[in-house]
């Protein structure tokens, strides 16, 4: 049976790769693409997320939500993504109208409108969108099956030595998604740097050929580009497509319980997810962490997608 998600995004190079992994992948159902200002402006990764919908063939509505973080200024991920969220990357004109409605409402609607524990949250952004949905209808906390996040780290950062920039973008609004009490999968940098798109597996995509193929190859040169000359990288990190790939495929991964919070006062520290990984501390928590991952078979998930 198909899981039913929510993908909350800010395309973004790797946010793209996510939205086609769920698009075309038969284990999970996109019902909804809200997106979020993140790597770029709210209206440049919406923008960008009619574009990649043309691309992938993706026909679930698609909504814009906030436009900032809950209280802090917005620091966009433009050394990156470049100007566009998208750069180095040729995206359609979107045929596809966005939907009318606020995302934060489409995500409370879609939840409150199905079975208790039918849909999963996928962020790949900033949790803004969710922490608002929290907070507009609390009940989505006990509805919704899991939130299966790409964001934090349990070890090292990348915006600051130990914060991660989605959750460094609104660490607020990250602390009341992993504080509401409902099981959240952190798919972090732990996790994530061990996603690295090293050149077969370009050459893989390049294979197959067709303007699905043509625009990831596109991406993961540009992608690859801007993870060489800002954070000299070999290969680069492809973050996002691993949270859905988790929920398609979890025994692809290593998923540890710990408690996880986020710091949201320290000097050197914010935005950083403090997670408890001491063998003593007790396990039964509804927080997990993504350690590792099989890179051979999550590359074939995103491989097949594109096929
Ligand atoms: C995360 O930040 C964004 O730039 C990427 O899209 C990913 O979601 C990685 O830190
Ligand atoms: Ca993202």
Redesign the pocket.
């Known amino acids: 049976m198909s899981r039913k998600i929510i993908l909350d ?7 793209a790769v996510a939205l086609l992994l769920a698009q075309a992948n038969p284990s999970v159902e996109l019902l909804a693409v809200t997106t979020v200002a ?2 770029q402006s709210l209206p440049k990764v919406t923008h960008n997320a009619l574009g990649i919908a043309e691309v992938a063939g993706i026909t679930a509505p698609i909504a814009a939500g906030a436009a900032g973080p809950l209280v802090r200024a917005a620091r966009f ?1 433009g050394e ?2 470049g100007a566009s969220g998208l750069d180095g990357v040729s995206l359609p004109e979107p045929s596809v109208a966005l939907d009318p409605r606020h995302a934060v409402d489409l995500i409370v609607e879609l939840v409150m409108s199905h079975e208790p524990g039918e849909i999963t949250l996928v962020p ?2 900033p949790l803004t969108n969710i922490a608002l949905a929290v907070r507009r209808e609390p009940r989505i906390v006990d509805r919704v099956r899991e939130v299966v996040l ?2 934090g780290a349990a070890r090292t950062g ?2 600051t030595p130990v914060a ?3 959750i460094l973008f609104d660490p607020e609004a990250a602390d009341v998604v992993f504080s509401a009490g409902w099981r959240v999968t952190m798919a972090g ?1 732990d996790v ?1 740097h061990q996603a690295v798109a090293t050149p077969d597996v370009a050459r893989r995509v390049a294979a197959i050929g067709g303007r699905k193929a043509d625009f990831v190859v596109e991406l993961l040169e540009a992608f690859g580009r801007a993870y060489r000359d800002v954070q000299g990288f070999d290969a680069p ?1 492809v ?2 497509p691993v949270a859905v790939a988790v929920v398609i495929a979890p025994e692809l991964f290593e998923i540890v319980p710990a408690p996880i919070a986020v710091e949201l006062t320290g000097t050197h520290t914010t935005g950083m997810t403090v997670v408890d990984l001491r063998p003593w501390v007790p396990r039964d928590v509804p927080t997990r962490v993504v350690l590792g991952l099989d890179r051979g078979r999550f590359w074939d998930l995103v491989v097949d997608a594109v096929r």
């Not at 995004?9 to 946010?15: I, L, N, R």
């Open positions: 995004c800010d395309p973004g190079h790797d946010d993140g790597n991920a990156i993504h790949t952004g790409m964001g990348n915006r991660e920039f989605n940098l994530t990190p973050h996002d």
